[in-house]
């Protein structure tokens, strides 16, 4: 169930991301948020972020199976169902979604509204309830476009350019207005000067006076400062390779020499917590001690 559904949902990656002729390149931006790229002219924009409140127990379970089959009978032709029918994917779903059961207090309880977080088709199938709500909003009112032009989501985290808080919060409420449960909510974060960062996934961006994209690394402050701890028993390779795609990370989310620092900074807090002495100190001499010991066992070998 969980592969039939997949494929239709990276199939909508497009659709979601940007509706009206947009260049490949912004795309890719949303799709991998690295935020090293310089737009058209922002100047005068905002860039916010939003997320859908509640997304998994807020979504009907018969709305989002219904939609589901809509979006797989629009693009039937190029799934493979393996032999069903959409009527028996119908009937697989509504078996799934509605046979969902947890423990509380040493009790069993059978759950009655939305869609489970522990069951594995609940994400996909929320995607497609809010790319719905999407589609039949601001996608096809010509009144919205020149403020949608540049929107994208991640699950239940959305991203776009607004000129006003009242601009970007007339978007979002654009896409709740088509829940008929009414049940859709957005926690819309805007930048209340031009300077604020907005966190958007893993990284937090802004749009200059001058009308640049800036960005740089982003770890909520809810999220504990623990990784993998420097004195673990994993082998040395291993605690390299953490500490080397922290900071890689870092830096492909900045977007100049400067914010870059700033990232590393993130990066460095974390890994002196979990008892790393200077982390870029410590990549920098395993690395030497790896190389040698790579040129020591060659010279051995002839």
């Known amino acids: 169930m969980t592969t039939l559904l997949e494929e239709k949902c990276n199939k909508l990656w497009s659709d979601i991301c940007v509706e009206r002729q947009l260049g490949s390149d912004v795309k890719e931006y949303f799709k991998v948020h690295t935020t090293q790229l310089l737009l058209w002219e922002l100047r005068g924009h905002s860039f916010c972020s939003a997320d859908v409140t509640s997304l998994y127990t807020n ?3 018969q709305g989002c199976i219904e939609d589901v089959i809509n979006l797989a009978a629009e693009h039937l ?14 009937e697989m779903l509504e078996l799934v979604f509605t046979s969902s059961y947890f423990v509380f207090d040493r009790k069993l309880y059978q759950q009655m509204l939305g869609l489970f977080m522990g069951c ?3 994400p996909i199938g929320a995607i497609v309830r809010v790319y719905t709500f999407e589609r039949k909003s601001f996608y096809i009112d ?6 949608s032009s540049v929107y994208g989501r991640y699950v239940d985290d959305a991203g776009t350019i607004a000129k006003s808080e009242d601009q970007a919060r007339n978007l979002f409420n654009r896409i709740a207005d088509e829940d008929p449960d009414c049940h859709l909510g957005w926690e ?3 930048p209340s000067s031009t300077d604020q960062f907005i966190p958007f996934l893993g990284t937090q961006i802004r749009i200059s006076e001058e009308g640049g ?13 623990i ?7 994993h082998p040395m390779k291993t605690k390299v390779e953490v500490v080397r795609n922290f900071y890689k990370t870092a830096n492909i989310s900045s977007s100049s020499p400067e914010l870059t620092e700033e990232s590393y900074k993130v990066v460095d807090r974390l890994l002196v917590n979990n008892g790393y002495p200077d982390p870029r100190q410590f990549l920098e001499i395993v690395w030497r001690i790896v ?3 790579f040129l020591l066992n060659n010279a051995q070998l002839l």
């Open 59 to 61: 979504i009907n379970i």
């Open 77 to 90: 032709d190029s799934l493979q169902l393996f032999g069903l029918e959409l009527v028996d994917v119908h």
């Open 120 to 122: 594995k088709p609940s």
């Open 142 to 147: 010509p009144h919205y476009l020149p403020t």
């Open 188 to 190: 819309i974060d805007y």
């Open 213 to 225: 994209l800036e960005s740089k690394y982003y770890r909520k402050e809810q999220k504990k400062q």
């Open 227 to 233: 990784t993998l701890n420097f004195k673990s028993h």
């Open 291 to 293: 190389e040698y010991d």
